[in-house]
C-alpha cells in the first residue's frame, strides 16, 4: 500500500504538470490616444503556452492606437510580432502576461517554486 506522503506528493506533482500545460494572459481592451489609457483587462487562464495581442493604430489622430488581449487558442506557435501597412498588427508572446508589455513569467515560476517545497517540506 503507497504511503499517504507519497500519494500526496504523486497527485501534487499531476496537479502541478496539468497547470503548467496552461498560461495566465491578459484579456479585454484598451485604448491609447496621446498620453491618456483606458483599459478594460483582466487576468484569464488560457490552454496552451502562448497569449495574444491585437492591435491598430490610426495614424490619422495623434498616437491613437486600440489594443485586444486574449488567448492565442493555437493561432501562435512562435513568439513575435507583425504589422501591415494600415497599422493592423498581431503580437504572439510566450508565458504568464506576456501580452501586456511586461512579462511577470518570473514571479509566477517562483510562486510555483515556494509552492512546491512548501508542500515538500510539510509532508516529509
Not at 9 to 34: D, H, K, M, P, R
Not at 47 to 56: A, V
Not at 78 to 98: A, I, P, V
Request: with cysteine; proline share 2%.
Amino acid at each position: 500500500m503507497i504511503s499517504s506522503k507519497v500519494a500526496s506528493i504523486v497527485i501534487y506533482s499531476i496537479l502541478v504538470t496539468v497547470v503548467s500545460a496552461q498560461v495566465w494572459c491578459y484579456y479585454g481592451t484598451s485604448q491609447q490616444n496621446g498620453n491618456q489609457i483606458s483599459q478594460h483587462v483582466n487576468p484569464v487562464q488560457c490552454p496552451g503556452s502562448y497569449c495574444l495581442k491585437n492591435y491598430q493604430k490610426n495614424y490619422n489622430y495623434n498616437n491613437y492606437q486600440t489594443n485586444s488581449y486574449g488567448c492565442a487558442y493555437g493561432i501562435c506557435s512562435r513568439s513575435g510580432c507583425s504589422e501591415d501597412s494600415h497599422g493592423l498588427g498581431s503580437c504572439c508572446c510566450r508565458g504568464n502576461y506576456c501580452n501586456s508589455g511586461f512579462d511577470l513569467s518570473k514571479t509566477a515560476v517562483s510562486s510555483m517554486v515556494v509552492t512546491i517545497v512548501s508542500v515538500v517540506y510539510m509532508y516529509l
